[in-house]
């Protein structure tokens, strides 16, 4: 008999594909789930990369956290994303309506699918989102919600 997993809550889910997902830069790049983004496909050429993982440290799996803890998580996060050798650009995820507070972020090039389960395994974040060469913007859950 199979039994149904945990889920992530379908208002959670609907904020999460309402995003703005802005990469910082000269001039910031703004991603949405599912909308393909010629600036972010030009981004990874650039770089000479293939994919790329947007992700936060910020409030484990839905559950918000302090401004001092959610800054503690993200520096741990920087400082792994920096031994590991990658080149991360800073960001952050905004809800359009301003229901909930914007999260820092980063954008990592050259991370995989396997290097996105590993950091929301680690960051414990319920999804991350997952460019490829064509510039389109992907959620990817969690592995215990897939």
Known sequence: MLMNGPSIPDATLAAYRAA??????????????GAKNASVA???????????????????FGCELSAEQNAARQRTLEAQIAQAGWIALSGEGMDPNNVWSAEASLFVLGATLLDADE??????QNAVVVVRGDGLPRLRLHPRYR
């Open 42 to 60: 030009a981004l990874l050429a650039r770089h000479g990369v293939a994919s790329a993982v947007f992700v936060t440290a910020f409030n484990p």
């Open 20 to 33: 703005v997902y802005r990469i910082h830069g000269e001039p910031p790049i703004d991603m949405m789930i």
């Open 119 to 124: 950091l929301m395994l680690a960051y414990e």
